[in-house]
């Protein structure tokens, strides 16, 4: 081979070595270059970046992440009881070499798109998180009755979070909140809810019926004992009423009234009318003459 194709092809693969190409590493997410000697230099924020010859891109994800564990428990009362634990989380902010330990411990589950690779989060998640997460609430949650998870839901989860950020520290991973939530009772403590409320129920009905009819009791009371005020109030004018009338009647009252009749009786006579009084008594019927000598002929005949 001539010295001059030699030095041609030597000056071929220094170029291909020294080209490069730009990588972009996305919002979100932090880069670092993975070279043929490994993962080198610092870890690069999101921006393009430029891989040299052999070079390749690996991101991570730093967003936050919430992921919902579906865990069964079995309870102090020997039921179990079903439930979600949501668990936000995501990865700390670390280093150089903290990121370049994570990469090189999980970097056979890192998947390629051409030359960018991704270690995605639920690979962190299930590798440092997860199986802390499922035992600390398995064994928090095992310690109550079933009917007392929901009134002590708060304090559980405080206890979930503060056992799960300690079990998880040490690692490159940062729990920021637990919920606990979607209760599942078994069937016989459902169905001894639905006969306690079905009961809280029928006591409310009856409660409200009896609140009714002591209301309309009240109401006829009421009725009744303005009735009867009605009534006095009445008797008593007429007791006065009566009162004063007899007090009128006296004896000037009453020879005053029958001489009044008297006149107009007297006014309202005939000639061939009698009239029988003794002038005290009171007047006697009335004797027409005129029906008298009536009977009188009649009698001789």
């Given at each position: 081979m001539k010295r001059s194709n030699l030095w041609m092809m030597v000056m071929a693969m220094m170029v291909l070595t020294l080209v490069g190409c730009s990588e972009r590493?996305?919002?979100g997410f932090i880069g670092k270059v993975l070279t043929p000697a490994g993962f080198q230099g610092n870890t690069l924020k999101p921006g393009l970046h430029t891989c040299w010859g052999r070079d390749r891109m690996v991101v991570i994800p730093m967003n936050e992440e919430t992921i919902t564990e579906k865990l069964k428990v079995l309870c102090a009362d020997d039921l179990n009881f079903g439930f979600d634990l949501q668990i936000r989380s995501r990865l700390k902010t670390a280093d150089d070499q903290g990121i370049k330990d994570v990469l090189n411990k999980q970097g056979a589950k890192i998947k390629y798109t051409g030359s960018i690779g991704t270690l995605r989060y639920?690979?962190?998640?299930?590798?440092?998180?997860?199986?802390?997460?499922?035992?600390?609430?398995?064994t928090i949650v095992s310690k109550y009755d079933t009917t007392a998870v929901r009134e002590n839901r708060e304090k559980i989860q405080k206890e979930i979070q503060d056992k799960l950020v300690k079990g998880i520290k040490g690692t490159p991973m940062q729990v920021d909140l637990v919920v606990t939530s979607n209760f599942d009772y078994p069937e016989v403590i459902t169905k001894a809810v639905e006969k306690r409320r079905e009961r809280e129920i029928e006591i409310q009905t009856k409660e409200a019926e009896q609140a009714i009819a002591?209301?309309?009791?009240?109401?006829?009371?009421?009725?009744?004992?303005?009735?009867?005020?009605?009534r006095a109030a009445e008797a008593e004018a007429e007791t006065a009423y009566i009162r004063i009338m007899a007090e009128s009647f006296t004896a000037r009252y009453l020879a005053m009234k029958k001489i009044e009749n008297e006149?107009?009786?007297?006014?309202?006579v005939g000639k061939s009318t009698l009239i029988i009084t003794d002038g005290k008594s009171p007047v006697m019927p009335l004797i027409s003459m005129d029906n008298l000598k009536s009977t009188a002929v009649a009698k001789k005949k």
């Open positions: 590493v996305e919002p639920s690979i962190l998640y299930n590798t440092y998180i997860q199986p802390v997460a499922r035992s600390v609430a398995r002591l209301l309309e009791a009240d109401n006829r009371m009421k009725i009744a004992q303005k009735m009867k005020i009605v006149k107009i009786l007297y006014q309202n």
